[in-house]
C-alpha cells in the first residue's frame, strides 16, 4: 500500500498534494510533552510513503521525522519520500568562523539516511549549487517557484500596469528571472550587505530609476523581513509609486505585516510550501508532476 503522510502543520499542502497524486492522505498525531519531548503516532504501515513537511522552526521537526521515518521503517516501508519545500539548514554551507558546524552537510546526510527520495523547493543554495551535492548518492530534486510567482504578478495585472519585479541580490537572481520570464517582465537584481541577523542594507544598480512603477520584490525567503524592508526603502528612494511582495517561504510572523504595511508593502504573498495566511500560490501540481519522474 502506498500511502501521503501530513502533519497538523502541514495538512493543507499534505491533502491538495494527495488529491493531485491520487493516494490516501494520513495524518500524524503528535503530543508535545511538557518536558519538550514528541510523541509521534500514525496507524498505519506502508509499502511506500510521501512524507509532507516543511522544515522551517526545524529542530523539533526534524526529531519527529526521525522517528516516523525509523517507525515506518520497522513495519517493513521500502520506500519513503520526503516532500519538504522548504529544507532547514541549508545557508551554513561552509564553516564561516573557525569552529563553526557545516549545517548543510549533516543535514544532507541526516536526512539522505532516512528517506530515499527528498523533494524540495527552492533550497537556499550559494556555495554549493546541487542538491544532488547535498544527498550524495540519493534521488533528490529541488524545485522553482519562479515562474509560478511570476504566474502570479501576471493574474495581477502586471504587465499592463508596468511592473517592475527587483531581487534583492544575485542570490535571488534564478528566482527573480524564472518570475520574470514567465509573468513578461522586466527584473532588476540589487545588492545586498548583511552586517547581522536583522541588519541588511540593498542596494540597486547604478542608474536605477523606478519612477512611478510598481514594484515586485521577489526573494526565496522572508524570515526576519529586514531584506525586505531595505528593499523597499531603496525601492521608494528611487521613486517607486507601490510596492509589493512575493516569497517562496514565509517563515517571518504574521505579526510583521503590520510593519510591512507601515514601511509602504501593499501585499505580501507566499507559495504554500509552509502554511502561512499570505499563501496565494499552490505548490501541489509543480510537486507532484516531479514526484511522477523521480
Ligand atoms: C538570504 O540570504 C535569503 O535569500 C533571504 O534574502 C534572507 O533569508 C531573508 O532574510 P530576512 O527576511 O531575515 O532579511
Same mark, same amino acid.
Given at each position: !500500500?502506498?500511502? &501521503?503522510?501530513?502533519?497538523?502543520?502541514?495538512?493543507? &499542502?499534505?491533502? @491538495?498534494?494527495?488529491?493531485?497524486?491520487?493516494?490516501?492522505?494520513?495524518?500524524? #498525531?503528535?503530543?508535545? *510533552?511538557?518536558?519538550?519531548?514528541?510523541?509521534?503516532?500514525?496507524?498505519?504501515?506502508?509499502?511506500?510513503?510521501?512524507?509532507?513537511? @516543511?522544515? /522551517?522552526?526545524?529542530?523539533?521537526?526534524?526529531?519527529?521525522?526521525?522517528?516516523?521515518?525509523?517507525?515506518?521503517?520497522?513495519?517493513?516501508?521500502?520506500?519513503?519520500?520526503?516532500?519538504?519545500?522548504?529544507?532547514?539548514? !541549508?545557508?551554513?554551507? !561552509?564553516? *564561516?568562523?573557525?569552529?563553526?558546524?557545516?549545517?548543510?552537510?549533516? !543535514?544532507?546526510?541526516?536526512?539522505?539516511?532516512?528517506?530515499?527520495?527528498?523533494?524540495?523547493?527552492? $533550497?537556499?543554495?550559494?556555495?554549493?549549487?546541487?542538491?544532488?551535492?547535498? *544527498? $550524495?548518492? =540519493?534521488?533528490?530534486?529541488?524545485?522553482?517557484?519562479?515562474?509560478?510567482? =511570476?504566474?502570479?504578478?501576471?493574474?495581477?495585472?502586471?504587465?499592463?500596469?508596468?511592473?517592475?519585479? &527587483?531581487?534583492?541580490?544575485?542570490?535571488?537572481?534564478?528566482?527573480?528571472?524564472?518570475?520574470?520570464?514567465?509573468?513578461?517582465? /522586466?527584473?532588476?537584481?540589487?545588492?545586498?550587505?548583511?552586517?547581522?541577523? %536583522?541588519?541588511?542594507? #540593498?542596494?540597486? $544598480?547604478?542608474?536605477? /530609476?523606478? %519612477?512611478?512603477?510598481?514594484?515586485?520584490?521577489?526573494?526565496?525567503?522572508?524570515?526576519?523581513?529586514?531584506?525586505?524592508?531595505?528593499? %523597499?526603502?531603496?525601492?521608494?528612494?528611487?521613486?517607486?509609486?507601490?510596492?509589493?511582495?512575493?516569497?517562496?517561504?514565509?517563515?517571518?510572523?504574521?505579526?510583521?505585516?503590520?510593519? *510591512?504595511?507601515?514601511?509602504?508593502?501593499?501585499?505580501?504573498?507566499?507559495?504554500? =510550501?509552509?502554511?502561512?495566511?499570505?499563501?496565494?500560490? =499552490?505548490? @501541489? /501540481?509543480?510537486?507532484?508532476?516531479?514526484?511522477? %519522474?523521480?
Amino acid at each position: !500500500m502506498d500511502i &501521503l503522510i501530513g502533519f497538523p502543520d502541514s495538512e493543507a &499542502l499534505a491533502g @491538495s498534494l494527495a488529491g493531485r497524486i491520487g493516494l490516501a492522505a494520513h495524518q500524524v #498525531v503528535l503530543h508535545r *510533552f511538557p518536558d519538550g519531548e514528541s510523541l509521534v503516532r500514525l496507524d498505519a504501515a506502508p509499502e511506500r510513503a510521501i512524507i509532507v513537511r @516543511s522544515l /522551517d522552526q526545524p529542530n523539533n521537526k526534524l526529531v519527529e521525522l526521525q522517528f516516523l521515518a525509523g517507525a515506518l521503517r520497522e513495519r517493513g516501508a521500502k520506500e519513503l519520500t520526503l516532500v519538504a519545500p522548504y529544507l532547514a539548514y !541549508m545557508r551554513q554551507d !561552509m564553516e *564561516f568562523n573557525p569552529g563553526e558546524v557545516v549545517s548543510q552537510r549533516i !543535514m544532507g546526510s541526516w536526512l539522505g539516511g532516512l528517506f530515499d527520495r527528498v523533494v524540495t523547493v527552492d $533550497p537556499h543554495l550559494h556555495r554549493i549549487h546541487d542538491l544532488g551535492d547535498v *544527498f $550524495p548518492g =540519493g534521488r533528490s530534486a529541488a524545485l522553482t517557484a519562479g515562474p509560478l510567482l =511570476g504566474q502570479w504578478a501576471k493574474a495581477q495585472g502586471a504587465v499592463d500596469q508596468g511592473w517592475v519585479i &527587483l531581487g534583492p541580490d544575485e542570490e535571488s537572481e534564478h528566482l527573480v528571472r524564472g518570475a520574470a520570464m514567465a509573468a513578461g517582465l /522586466d527584473s532588476i537584481v540589487g545588492l545586498k550587505v548583511r552586517r547581522g541577523d %536583522t541588519d541588511v542594507t #540593498v542596494g540597486l $544598480p547604478p542608474g536605477t /530609476d523606478l %519612477t512611478g512603477r510598481t514594484v515586485l520584490f521577489i526573494d526565496d525567503i522572508i524570515s526576519s523581513g529586514g531584506t525586505l524592508l531595505d528593499a %523597499t526603502k531603496v525601492a521608494y528612494a528611487h521613486g517607486a509609486a507601490r510596492v509589493l511582495a512575493a516569497t517562496v517561504h514565509a517563515v517571518f510572523p504574521i505579526e510583521r505585516l503590520a510593519a *510591512f504595511k507601515v514601511a509602504g508593502i501593499e501585499t505580501v504573498v507566499s507559495a504554500d =510550501g509552509i502554511a502561512h495566511p499570505t499563501n496565494a500560490v =499552490g505548490l @501541489s /501540481d509543480l510537486i507532484a508532476d516531479r514526484l511522477a %519522474t523521480l
